[in-house]
Structures are given as C-alpha cells and as structure tokens.
C-alpha cells in the first residue's frame, strides 16, 4: 500500500511510524492513559482503514483517521497532544532551520559557515550566494535524498559525508583534465568551437578557459600537466623563426645560423613567460560559480615528455614556472605574497635529483619555491613507481590518486578520469565506542565500514544515469570523455575506470585509546597497520562485488576535524590524550605536537601512503630555511628514496599594517578564542593580514575554524 507526502511523491506505508506518532503524544500526556495494546489497535485500524479504500492515501488522511480513532477511546488529552504534534510538524516545515542559517550566512554572523572553507571569503556576494545553494542542497539531501541512518552518523560524527552541500546535483568530486586531447584535438567552450592552438601563449589561454570550465562543473580539485603545454612550445619556435626570417629579409641582413636560433629562442622565452603568466594571474583571478578560485594542481613532470626537444621545452616551462610562484603575486597593498592556487607538484626523477644530473638546477629553484612559498610539493617517481605498477601520474588536486587502469588496447590510462566522492570513517570513535575491548572494536569497525559502504553506494547512484549534457565540457568536450549529447555517464562509473574513496581519520588518537601507545611506538604499529589493511580489505571486498572501484583515502578534513572532535566530547567526555583537543589527527599523520624529527616523520609515514592506495600526503613542519636550502635539498633527496608524496611546510605571512614580513602568530585573546597577531605591531584585524599555511595538502589564505587553528598552532618543527 502506498501514501501520498506532501510534495506529491509516493511511499509505502509504514504502520510502525503511525504507531510512533501515537506513543509520542500518549507520553506527552497526563498519565499516558493509553496502553500500549491501544497504541498498537489503533495503529492496526487505521492500516485496516486505509487498505480498505484500495487508493493511495495521503498523509493528511491517515492524520485525521488517528485523531479520530485517539477519541473514539475517550483519551481525549492524547488527541489534543496529537494534533499539537501536528501543528508542531507544519511550523517546523515551513520554517526550518536552513532558513536560519541561509539568513545568518547573508548577514555574516555565522561563524561555523564563515570558518568552514579557508579559500572562500564569506563576505563576498558570489561565496554567500554558493553557500545559500549548498544550505537548500544540504536540507534536500538530509530530509529527501539520504537515508535516515546516513543522515543521523553524519550529524553524530561517526562517519563524514562529504560535500553534501553539492550531493543533490550530478556532480563529482575530482578529475585528471585530459588537457592534451583538448588542445591536440580541439574541444567546445560555450557552444564555442576551440580549435587546436596555433602558439604556446594560446595554448596557456585556452587551458585556463577549460580549468574554468571545469571547476564549474564539479566540486573538488582538477589536475593538469605541463607536459601536455610542451609541444605548443615547438609549435611557437617554428612560427617565431619564420617571423624572425621575414624580418631579416625585408632588412636585407645576413646573420649567421647560430645568431637566428639565439634572437629566436629569446622570442621564444618571452612568449613561455607571457603563457605561464597567464595561467598563475587568470588562475588566481578567476571566480567561479563556487565563489573562489579553481581548485588547481599543476604536475611538472620531466620524464613525461615524448623525446628529448620536448623535454627541453618543457624544462623551460617548469623554470619560469617555479620562479614565478618563488615571486609570489601582489596583494592589495603592492606587497608580494603567497597565493594559494595553483598547487604546483614537482616530480623527482634520476636527471634531476643528484647535483651532476642535467635538470638538478630545476630541483635547487624548487628548494628556494618551496622555502619561501611552501610549494612545490614532490612526488618520488621512484617510489610511485613501485607502489603503481611502473607508473608516475599526478594527483587530482591536493591527494586523490587514480588506481592504474588499461584501456582495450592495454594501455595505461591517467588523463580524463576522476573520483565519484568521499565518505571518511571517524576512527576515533570507533576505538571509544568499543570502550577498549578488541573484540568489540572489531565488530564496530567492521558495522561502521558497511554503514561508510552504503553512504558511498548513495554517492555512486546518484551520479549514476546522469545525462552527458549536465556538464558538455566534462563529458562531451574531452576533459573527461567524449560522449554523445544525451548519453549517460554510466559506463565511465564502473571497471575501475573512476574511483569512489573510503576515507578516514584520527588513526592516532584510535590507536592511542586502544592502546595506550603513539602509533609511532614499535608496540602499537602493528595494530595501526591491521586497521589500515583491515580497511584495504573491505574496499577489494567491495570492489570484487559491485565491479567499482573502491580505494582507501587518507582525509583532507579541513573543518571535519573540528566537528569529529565537538561530536567526541559530546558523547565521551574529555579524555585526556584523545578527546581533549579541538580537532582531531588527519588520516595516518603523527600527531602534530609529538616531537619526531623530519626524517623518521617521512619514513614512518610512508608505510601508511602504501596502504592509502587512494590517495595520501606527508608533510615536515620547518622553520624559515630561505638561507638553508642545502638543508631542503636533503630533505628533497630523502623523500625521492623513501616516499611517494610530500611536502614542506614553512611560514609566509605579511602585515598590512607594519610591513612586518615573516610569520604571524597566534595568541588566546580575553574570550579564550585563538585570534591570529602580527608579533611586530599587535594587528590582529583579519582583514589586514595576509597569513599563508597549509592546511591539509592544500594552501589556505582566509582562515580557520577553532579547531584547526588550535592545530596550526600546536604543530612542532621537525626539522
């Protein structure tokens, strides 16, 4: 038997929630004088009644067929409670609490939002405007398109749902751009023909049309690759030395062979400058419809180029790439600061990671890069090598990885995939909800997996028999595929060809409870690897099972971490070590207030980037080592021996109001909140300083929720 809701859809009725309806105004009642067989009759009569008119019923229907039946016994003070009840439920249906927030968010007095993305700046107009979306796509999600049971572990912190505030449309979360098949092969922008760029400074605009494009048309990072720029870089010699040749002869002059390539290369090198400009100030500039620039990755990766002229011009991309992020750009105040975007990944490989090797110069510009700017960060091919069946590719913005896969010629295949999106499991309160006992601890892992199994599932139907045309430069134009107008996108969904992510985090604080020792003690490692396989486990599981490819992902939880640790103290108390912090560890990290020091941090590490087959990324906290690069070169040698993906953190924040250029500090004002202060002239107005960190994998410029700030703030060096 089916009933009519109120907006029309169907659902089959559910006597049991007739009878809850009931139970709840019986107790609001004087004495309950309902007994519990009455609750159960009545509930029974108003099924009989329903079945009998052999039509859908509305609800309104059956709410009146109780009202009635409640005074047929004579319980008149439960009738009265119930038809409060009902009132109660319409008000609560026309006003809810998304209006309260959208509302909050418009005046700027909602600090929870204001906090929740340190790219995005609230107060402007196109972020507010994102936000009140994801506020109306939040409560669609949670009241009609998400389980109950997903729902409720989401708001208790057992699980994290992410970006739920774009789960409502048919979007995903990051991609590979495959940026050579759209310059090579021409692609649409706007119903826009674009065809196959004619220079190198073309090929750079026409990339940051589709990085716009693209960021549009989904919520998470995008990665592209320099190599893919190399070949226009050729394609521009040509055209500048057919130039420079219809000059020479109209001055009627004669230079030698080796003079015309040196005046051409010089053209050469200022259009190389002239594109690479355009990416970094247009990337940067950009707003897109989610109200902050393109979450952008950009892999500058040697061995990727075709032959050896090709990798010569692609050095010279990466050069005048690396120094002009090392120049930074400038703020409103003419000041050169730190942009956030792009993310710059810099690949180590064996000609460019020892001093006698032809492209170490590229790794010692990178070392000064990432002293002052705290990019690029470094993949070892070496170690990805071992750990990706032979292959080197990028990630999809700040760590999401691809798992390899062939295409029908056995080919492997990088470019023009992505990932269908993210639900994190909370360790943490795994460990405490098993109060300690390993065989509780296992039976709990393993029911929390399956309740992450069917949140993941809901993110795969819901992307599921999505039409080609949501997105033209995804799935028709190239970036992603190259499917027919009104095709769906199913069969991009399964055979591993995109990838849907298990994530999680606080495995220190996990192993910790259970414990009693850091992760890394040699006594608890063990146990800190089971959990990881045990997950790696249930995701091939799931895998073999529904044909998806399924892979653990080591959580970038920016505001997450905050909202773990609020829902832990809620429900455990503060213990001391575990819950008494506000944010918890992100995925497999050692805790960020344990002295370790950077070499034994990395190499620790990396036995967990193995098992995060989904993506993971390590960093050193380092003090200003601007007048130390020898030391970052150590550092960048040692992570090209022993693991796969990691990165330097380093300070680099500007006062507005002094000129104070170093790093802000953060200090405990008289409300007990963590507050940001330049330590030369006390400015503490958020407004004037510009303070640069990495957050977790990625750059953040407009600040942090308490949580993560306390974390920022509690970081040791290691080095």
């Known amino acids: 038997m089916k009933i009519i809701k109120r907006n029309g859809s169907e659902e089959v009725f559910d006597v049991s929630k007739v009878a809850s309806a009931i139970a709840k105004a019986n107790a609001a009642a004087d004495n309950a004088p309902l007994s519990k067989e009455q609750i159960a009759d009545i509930a029974d009569y108003v099924e ?38 009902r009132y109660k439920r319409s008000l609560v249906r026309k006003a809810n609490t998304t209006d309260t927030r959208i509302l909050s968010l418009i005046e700027y007095n909602n600090e929870e939002v ?18 009140m979306a994801g506020e109306v796509s939040k409560d669609i999600t949670r009241r009609l398109l998400l389980p109950a049971e997903i729902v409720e572990a989401d708001e208790q912190g057992i699980i994290h749902f992410h970006d739920s505030d774009y789960y409502a449309q048919h979007m995903h979360n990051c991609d590979l751009v495959n940026l050579e098949d759209m310059l090579q092969n021409g692609t649409v922008i706007s119903e826009t023909l674009i065809e196959k760029p004619h220079s190198f400074s073309t090929a750079c605009n026409i990339a940051t049309q589709i990085i716009a494009q693209v960021a549009s048309s989904q919520y998470g990072g995008q990665s592209i690759s ?63 419809t989610n109200g902050q620039a393109p979450f952008l ?41 730190t942009p956030a975007f792009p993310k710059l990944i810099y690949v180590l490989e064996d000609d460019n990671i020892t001093e ?41 913005g700040c760590r999401s990885a691809l798992n390899p896969w062939k295409d029908e010629n056995g080919n492997y295949k990088f470019y023009g995939r992505f990932n ?12 405490l909800t098993s109060g300690g006992d390993y065989t509780k601890f296992w039976e709990i892992f393993d029911d929390r997996l399956e309740l992450c199994y069917r949140a993941l599932m809901c993110r795969h139907n819901r992307l599921k028999g999505t039409l080609s045309d949501v997105a033209p430069i995804l799935w028709q134009n190239g970036a992603l595929a190259r499917l027919k107008k009104g095709e769906k996108i199913d069969k991009l969904l399964y055979d591993g060809y995109s990838t849907i992510s298990l994530g999680y985090a606080g495995l220190y604080e996990c192993v910790k409870y259970m414990t009693g020792l850091s992760h890394t003690n040699p006594e608890a490692t ?30 970038p939880i920016e505001s997450t971490t905050y909202k773990f640790a609020k829902c832990l103290q809620k429900r455990f108390g503060i213990i001391p070590g575990i819950t008494d912090k506000g944010y918890i560890t992100n995925s497999y990290h050692v805790h960020v207030t344990e002295p370790i020091d950077a070499f034994s941090k990395l190499a620790f590490e990396s036995q967990f980037q193995a098992l995060s087959t989904g993506g993971a990324v390590s960093y050193v906290e380092v003090p200003n080592m601007q007048h130390n690069i020898p030391a970052v070169l150590e550092v960048i040698k040692f992570i090209y021996e022993n693991i796969m993906y990691a990165e330097l953190n380093t300070k680099s924040d500007y006062c507005q109001k002094c000129g104070f250029s170093g790093e802000i500090q953060t200090v405990v004002d008289e409300d007990k909140k963590i507050v940001w202060e330049c330590p030369q002239c006390g400015n503490r107005d958020e407004n004037t300083l510009n303070v640069a960190r990495r957050t977790c994998g990625y750059i953040g410029t407009q600040f942090w929720n308490q949580g993560r700030t306390q974390e920022i703030r509690e970081r040791v060096l290691h080095l």
Request: charged share 30%.
């Open 48 to 85: 009989y009644k329903c079945n009998k008119l052999n039509r859908a019923v509305s609800v309104e229907e059956i709410q009146d067929m109780v009202e009635n039946q409640i005074m047929s016994t004579g319980a008149f003070d439960v009738a009265r409670g119930y038809v409060r009840y």
């Open 114 to 131: 204001k906090q929740e993305n340190s790219n995005k700046n609230p107060a402007v107009n196109s972020v507010q405007r994102d936000y």
């Open 226 to 288: 320099l190599a893919h720029l190399a070949p226009f870089v050729n394609i521009s010699r040509e055209k500048i030395r057919k130039d420079v040749m219809e000059e020479l002869e109209l001055l009627e002059c004669k230079p030698s062979e080796d003079k015309i390539s040196e005046i051409v290369e010089a053209r050469l090198k200022k259009e190389i400058t002239k594109g690479v400009q355009t990416i970094q100030y247009q990337v940067i500039t950009l707003m897109t």
């Open 297 to 337: 990755t950009v892999f500058m990766y040697l061995n990727e180029a075709k032959n050896e002229q090709e990798k010569a011009d692609l050095a010279m991309i990466i050069e005048e790439t690396l120094k002009q992020r090392l120049q930074g750009v400038k703020n409103e105040a003419g000041v050169w600061v």
């Open 356 to 396: 006698d090797s032809k492209y170490f110069y590229l790794t010692e510009l990178s070392a000064r890069c990432s002293a002052k700017r705290l990019v690029p960060d470094y993949i070892s091919e070496k170690k990805m090598k071992e750990l990706k069946e032979g292959n080197c590719f990028p990630v999809m």
């Open 420 to 431: 269908q999106g993210v639900v994190t499991i909370n360790l943490v309160d795994v460990a």
């Open 526 to 555: 063990p146990f800190a690897i089971s959990v990881m396989e045990h997950m790696n486990d249930k995701c091939k599981e799931w895998t073999d099972n529904t044909n998806i490819a399924f892979s653990i992902y080591g959580s």
